[in-house]
């Protein structure tokens, strides 16, 4: 930035400190506050006192955008804009400062043109300055230019070139497009694209502006160009989202940066502001997968999870097909002691036709143990499957990725115990218990 701008700068501190004073500070009567606002304003000065704060801040608002203009002219060259642009502010707010910021803008023009109006004019301001404001910061360099400049403008009148000079120059009809982004480019009436500010002097009537930018939205505007005075735009571009492509089961959920934004779907695309993003996706009995994505302005990318089954999944699928077996086993014992129960029954009827030899007694005597040991060992079997099934189809229904392992990639809040430290341990024991006439089994768990 040039250190010469560092003056004018000053200059807006003093303005925004003056006009932020209380209204009634400000007005001493309707005539004088007339007289420091356009005549478009003219009628909120005139109008009841009750809301002043509104004019204020309009006030406020319209000298930054005049200074933002005059500071962007005054940086690229353009003396004859940034002169518009101040006393546009001086319009909206007369102050011996700026007058101050005239006068210097109107000497720096000078050596650019070298027409003797632009001392003439630098001197009488310079003066007005010294006279509205006659202990005022800048009075030092008021006379060290007020030296510099009456012997310049006395030779000039000498020869008459300063007498012929008119206080007031012709304004041009300008339009000054400003843009925060470096790289965006500007172009008025479909003319070629140039850099941020652009100062173009046209035609009164109406104008076409566009500005591009890579990673933005295009912005068309349609500006009224008014005959012999600056119109400043600032146009702000809002960013193109970068867009994420993935595919994700249908049960699954999609998150970003540890909020959902969507339900799995088979070709998923996601719209994201640039930056660093994490995309996270969960589904019930699968290790959470997370990515972080450094996204750019219009990026697209395409993003690939693999969900991996958790322990806690696969002991479940143990644990219902053990439970399965146990039944199917519990099924077999019942057949066992269904048969043993029938033929020792057969026995006993056998035995009231004749008598029974000591070789069927014997077998009926072990019929009726197989039975009894059959019975018991029907209804372990069924106590363990049912056991095994509850336990396998609770833990199938819960398994399902927790806070803690979904915001454990986001950054801790300051203060906040880190994720790690909270991780627990998922373990599964299943033992049998064997006891005389007596069954089971026993299973201890840890999440």
């Known amino acids: 930035m040039n250190p010469r701008w560092s003056w004018l700068r000053r200059v807006l501190l003093v303005l925004l400190c003056a006009l932020a004073r209380p209204a009634a500070a400000q007005q001493t009567s309707t005539a ?229 934004v969507s339900q799995g779907a088979k070709d998923l695309e996601l719209e994201l502001p640039s930056g660093q993003h994490r995309i996270s996706v969960a589904e019930k009995g699968h290790r959470l997968a997370t990515q972080t994505l450094e996204l750019g302005r219009g990026e697209t990318r395409t993003a690939h999870f693999e969900l991996e089954r958790t322990r806690q999944r696969l002991a479940s699928h143990g644990m219902l097909v053990a439970g399965a077996a146990a039944l199917a086993a519990g099924g077999a014992f019942t057949f066992l002691a269904v048969r043993s129960e029938s033929q020792a029954k057969s026995f006993l009827e056998r035995q009231e036709r004749a008598a029974a030899s000591p070789a069927e007694l014997v077998r009926y005597n072990a019929d009726v143990a197989s039975r009894n040991q059959f019975r018991w060992m029907a209804v372990g079997a069924f106590t363990s499957s049912l056991g095994l099934l509850v336990t396998g189809l609770i833990l199938h229904e819960l398994d399902m990725p927790g806070p803690d392992e979904l915001y454990r990639f986001l950054p801790p809040r300051e203060g906040a115990p880190s994720a790690e430290a909270d991780q627990t341990k998922t373990s599964l024991s299943l033992a049998a218990m064997i006891a005389p006439d007596q069954y089971g089994a026993s299973l201890r768990g840890e999440f």
């Open 32 to 260: 004088e506050t007339t007289s420091a606002v356009p005549a478009s304003s003219a009628s909120a000065a005139s109008s009841s006192s009750a809301s002043p704060a509104p004019r204020d801040a309009r006030a406020i608002a319209a000298v930054k955008e005049w200074f933002a203009a005059a500071q962007a002219a005054y940086e690229a060259g353009d003396y004859l804009a940034a002169i518009q642009a101040l006393e546009a502010a001086n319009e909206l707010s007369p102050s011996p400062a700026l007058a101050f910021s005239i006068a210097q803008t109107e000497r720096e023009q000078f050596l650019v043109d070298g027409r003797p109006e632009r001392i003439l004019r630098a001197v009488a301001l310079y003066r007005r300055y010294l006279d509205e404001d006659p202990k005022g910061k800048r009075r030092k360099e008021a006379l060290d230019a007020l030296a510099q400049l009456e012997p310049q403008l006395a030779k000039l009148q000498s020869t008459g070139a300063g007498a012929a000079a008119a206080p007031g120059v012709q304004q041009s009809t300008r339009i000054l497009v400003l843009c925060e982004l470096p790289e965006a480019r500007i172009s008025v009436d479909g003319a070629e694209p140039a850099p941020s500010p652009l100062i173009r002097e046209v035609a009164p009537g109406n104008h076409e502006v566009v500005v591009r930018a890579p990673g933005h939205h295009d912005s068309v505007r349609q500006v009224v160009a008014v005959l012999g005075e600056l119109v400043p735009i600032t146009v702000s571009l809002a960013e193109l989202p970068a867009r994420v492509r993935l595919s994700a089961p249908h049960d699954a959920e999609v998150y970003v940066d540890g909020v959902l």
